[in-house]
């Protein structure tokens, strides 16, 4: 879905589509798995639920798992969106751990346990 496009980012193509939710999200399985697979170290138990954050256009939205969200869609708020543009077929890039916690502490979150500068490389 999501293949390494820099060095802060990959890039994946998603079904972008406004609704009704306060975050953007994704379908909970594929957020799991794509924070499983970009964020976690693969050292004992690691959670799976922090936000991704990706970047669409010039903007980053912190994105969280929701089951109500058809796979391979990204759900963005419609006062996020311009309501014109979507929905549409877009690529979409994901922050790689090192990105994502920085912009993820910008947003304000509370991220220690989640700092890649404790992961091993």
């Not at 998603?14 to 798995?33: K, M, N």
């Not at 936000?51 to 798992?65: E, I, R, W």
């Not at 058809?70 to 963005?76: E, F, M």
């Not at 311009?82 to 922050?95: E, H, I, Q």
């Amino acid at each position: 879905m999501f293949e390494r496009f820099s060095s802060g980012y990959y890039l994946g193509r998603l079904y972008v589509e406004p609704y009704d939710g306060t975050e953007a999200a994704i379908q909970r399985t594929e957020h799991e798995r794509l924070n499983e697979h970009v964020y976690a170290s693969g050292e004992g138990i690691e959670r799976i639920d922090y936000p991704l954050v990706m970047k669409l256009d010039s903007a980053h939205f912190p994105v969280v798992g929701d089951d109500g969200v058809p796979a391979g869609t990204l759900a963005l708020p419609r006062d996020a969106v311009d309501p014109d543009a979507l929905p549409d077929d877009r690529p979409v890039f994901l922050a790689d751990a090192t990105r994502a916690a920085e912009l993820l502490r910008y947003a304000g979150y509370d991220i220690d346990e989640f700092d890649p500068s404790r992961r091993k490389t």
